[in-house]
């Protein structure tokens, strides 16, 4: 199921959430009784796709106006719109009008930290905070040196500063997994 979207993803080279992330993702809602997620970062439509089908109702923000579109028509192809709302804007933007279950961040790897606490306000009680793509194709854990590009050294430099920033936020407990491509989860404290 959904090959064709995993298959467009690859032959365009959209990033989509890996199978493993996935089961993770799935697991960790069924362990929280989560029931609504707000999604950070649509691209296709293909993470969104996926929840909506297990049951989940699903708000997701995409700044680029050719990947909304495309996640548009794949909603509507897969005649999920009743439990799928798509945003048009940039997520540092949006203001949430509900609160969520399940946030779930998989957008700019470099804006984690501001997306985290941009949209933790909306998280119910109860609920936990997901992020994607923590191992960053497994540079995160390379020596920075090793790393050619400068680009892509700021980049793990942020991710890795903000899974540092994660462990020693008093207001969550966080686990990581290296499921799919590294992911955290965020409980608040109570």
């Known amino acids: 199921m959904f090959e064709d979207l995993k298959e467009y993803a690859i032959l365009n080279n959209v990033p989509i959430i890996r199978d493993?992330?996935?089961?993770?993702?799935?697991?960790?809602?069924?362990?929280?009784?989560?029931?609504?997620?707000?999604?950070?970062?649509?691209?296709?439509?293909?993470?969104?796709?996926?929840?909506?089908?297990?049951?989940?109702?699903?708000t997701t923000i995409e700044r680029n106006k050719d990947m909304?579109?495309?996640?548009?028509?794949?909603?509507?192809?897969?005649?999920?719109?009743?439990?799928?709302?798509?945003?048009?804007q940039d997520a540092l933007d949006y203001a949430p009008t509900k609160t969520y279950d399940l946030i779930f961040i998989d957008a700019a790897k470099a804006q984690n930290r501001k997306f985290f606490e941009r949209f933790s306000p909306f998280l119910n009680d109860g609920g936990i905070i997901i992020v994607d793509n923590l191992n960053f194709h497994n540079l995160v854990d390379q020596d920075l040196s090793e790393i050619k590009s400068k680009n892509l050294r700021s980049l793990v430099r942020k991710i890795n500063e903000f899974k540092e920033w994660l462990k020693n936020n008093p207001d969550y407990i966080t686990e990581f997994t290296d499921m799919g491509d590294g992911m955290s989860v965020s409980i608040k404290r109570c």
């Open 20 to 58: 493993g992330g996935f089961e993770f993702l799935s697991l960790e809602i069924q362990k929280h009784s989560s029931s609504s997620v707000l999604e950070i970062g649509t691209a296709i439509g293909y993470s969104a796709i996926r929840l909506a089908s297990i049951g989940l109702n699903v």
């Open 68 to 88: 909304y579109d495309l996640a548009v028509k794949n909603v509507d192809r897969y005649n999920l719109n009743d439990k799928i709302e798509l945003v048009y």
